[in-house]
Every structure is written in C-alpha cells, then in structure tokens.
C-alpha cells in the first residue's frame, strides 16, 4: 500500500514531463534511496531528515517539490541555512569559553533581532549573509586574540589596533561585535572606529537608462520576465530583493486600468507597461522541469518548484542587458525624488522612509512642488509614474 503523501508526491512528479522525470530519477540514486526510505516508513518526513541523507542542491530541490507537492510543510530557507551555518562556526571553535560567548551573541543579539524584524516574515538572502559576515568577524578576533595568548575579557586597545593594522579592512566588521561586549560586560574599555563610509553608487546616465528602457518596451525578442524586471529596476526604483518576491496579486488589472502594489498605496501603470505586466502574469513560466505544480504564485518563478527565482539569479540576467540593478535604482530614485516627497515614493514604490527622505533631501522634491506638478497634469496621468514615452 502506498502511503497517502507518497500518492499526493507521485502526482506531483507525473504533472511534470515524464520523460524529464524518469531522466532526473535515474541521474540521481540518492533521490531514489531516499524515496525507497520514505516507502518503508524509514525516513520520516521532516525538512531535517530529508537534509541529513540529501543535503546540498539536490537535496535542496527534493525537498522544494515535497513542498510544492504539500508533502513538507513550508519553512524559512535561508533562516535554516543561517541557523545550520551558525551551528557549524560555533561548533569549530576551538576553546570552550569563546565558543559561549560566541554562541550568547549570535542567540541574544543576531537571531533575536532578526525575528523581531521578521515577525513571521521569511528572512532574505541580505539579512542572512549581514548575520554572517559579523559572526564571522567576531570569532576572527576572539581566534586571533586566543593565538596571540589573549583573551577578549582582559585585551587592551593596543591588542585591538594590533589586530586591525595587521590585516584585511574587513576586520573593522568586529566593530558591532565589540560594542555587544562592552554594554554587556564581556571586555573593557576597548573600541573599533568605524571604517571609511561606502560611497553611494554612480547612478546610471540618463541617456543609457532611457535608451535601455525603450528597448526593454519593444523588443519582443527579449525573454519577458527580463523586460519586466528591467523595467522595475529603471523606471520604479525596485531594489532586486523585492522584485522577485511580487506575486500576480501585487498585480491589479481592472477596467480602469491596471495597478502595481508596490508600496501601500497600489500604483497605476501607464502604456505599454501596463500590458506587459498583464501578459507576464498569464505567460511566466518557472524553469523547474520535475516537481511543477502549476500553481505558484510567482511572477519570476525560479528553478525549485514552489520558490521565486533567486536575487543573484535575477542580478545576473540584468547584467547580461546591460543593467546594473544599483545604479539603474539609484538613477530612477534621483528623478522621482525630484518630482514628488519622500511620503509619495514611500506610498507609491515601497521605499522605506529613511531612504525616500535621503533622496529628497538630496533633490529638494516638496510637497508644494508636488502638489503643483500634478495640478498641470492630464487627469488620466494623475497616480502614474515616470512614463517612458516622455522622459
């Protein structure tokens, strides 16, 4: 008898292309050990099961179409890598006291911070990787510290500046891990200056962000999910992270017309953006050839059933057109900061305040300005943003 969630799996591996099933299945044994565990009721069926016999891409996409498929609950990717990740840094230092230490900053400081901001929230790729570049600072320091016969809790200024004239600038990322120690009684009157402020990135000319635009909009010969998330980047301002989290509902398509939710305030599309975003809600297509369940909600389905495709994946097929995701940002944030105030681009596109005041300020964009510009505005342009058609 086969159990019910094996049925509920076979269907969903018969819904893609047999042929690329049966070729999948047979160019990886361990899958089909693994599949054979769960028959026999050998492995049960928990995300850590799974992953300790079959770790790494493989198992990572068995494990994406056992949730697709409603087999696996859904969880947290990148919060279980960090947390995996976590593990293993503690586990490999050496001495007894830094590894409490380190354990004590990571629970106390990183990972309760990050569930407060996440509040049941999936956690991002930028989030996790931030997490591990300071703990892996912090255990660079208390290792460098315990080679030289030091200990953190009795270290000198001297034996910090040391350590930081004596290697890499990254060493200055010790700096969050530091001030942790001192408010918490870990070390003494110590200190890292922060390092040289990272320069804002030189935003894309206008001529070349225009240009680009335009032959996003008419050339039919380029992939559609490409045309749209260029688009994103180069007339609203979409950081890459948020574009390949939008689903079909962030789109709206009305009688009226048709509305991106990018921020609270849902935002009205001009021609031809419009109907480009309306196709790609009916024509996308993810790239996962086993495991498919047609159902995703994505509007940039990735190569793993049941997940978006990835921000590297995304910032690699804007490169390949020519567009750099930050500058081309940078240069749309530039001009719409001129046109409206930082409270229209946080309604409208979903920048953060801070971020929306920054650009502003830069740009000296007020609400009588504002308000102004769209007094002298055709009624049907009223809620739309920067039309490519008149730059």
């Not at 408010?183 to 320069?199: D, F, K, L, M, N």
Request: aromatic letters at 4%.
């Amino acid at each position: 008898m086969v159990p019910a969630e094996l049925g509920v799996l076979q269907t969903a591996l018969l819904a893609s292309d047999p042929a690329r099933t049966v070729t999948w299945l047979q160019r990886r044994p361990t899958v089909r050990s693994v599949l054979a565990e769960i028959a026999r009721g050998e492995c049960p069926l928990t995300h850590e099961a799974v992953e300790q016999r079959l770790s790494g891409k493989v198992g990572a996409h068995f494990r994406a179409i056992l949730v697709a498929a409603q087999v696996l609950p859904a969880r947290d990717e990148h919060l279980a890598n960090l947390e995996l990740w976590l593990n293993t840094t503690v586990a490999n230092i050496h001495d007894l006291d830094d590894q409490r230490l380190i354990r004590t900053y990571i629970s106390w400081h990183h990972l309760r911070a990050l569930r407060r901001r996440l509040r049941g929230k999936p956690a991002s790729a930028n989030q996790t990787s931030v997490i591990q570049r300071c703990v892996a600072n912090a255990v660079a320091l208390v290792d460098w510290l315990r080679k030289s016969g030091k200990a953190l809790a009795t270290c000198c200024q001297a034996d910090v500046d040391h350590y930081l004239a004596s290697g890499p600038a990254s060493r200055y990322q010790a700096r969050q891990f530091v001030l942790w120690a001192q408010q918490h009684g870990h070390t003494g009157e110590i200190s890292i200056p922060t390092s040289h402020p990272r320069t804002h990135v030189t935003p894309t000319s206008d001529q070349h962000r225009w240009a680009t635009a335009r032959r996003l909009l008419e050339d039919d010969t380029i992939a559609l999910q490409d045309r749209v998330a260029g688009l994103l980047v180069l007339l609203y301002a979409q950081p890459v992270p948020a574009i390949v989290q939008l689903t079909i509902g962030h789109v709206i398509d009305q009688q009226a017309g048709v509305l991106l939710k990018l921020g609270p305030t849902p935002l009205a599309l001009p021609p031809p953006v419009d109907s480009l975003l309306v196709r790609l809600t009916s024509e996308r297509r993810g790239h996962a050839s086993v495991g498919r369940t047609g159902t995703d909600p994505w509007l940039f389905p990735g190569a793993r059933p049941g997940l978006p495709l990835s921000a590297h994946q995304m910032k690699c097929r804007l490169q390949r057109m020519e567009i750099g995701a930050r500058p081309g940002r940078a240069a749309a944030l530039l001009e719409l900061a001129a046109q409206m105030p930082a409270a229209v681009l946080h309604q409208l596109l979903g920048v953060s305040i801070r971020t929306a005041v920054d650009w502003s300020d830069q740009t000296g964009s007020s609400w009588s300005s504002y308000a102004a510009q769209v007094k002298r505005r055709p009624a049907d342009c009223v809620g739309s943003l920067a039309n490519p058609e008149t730059p």
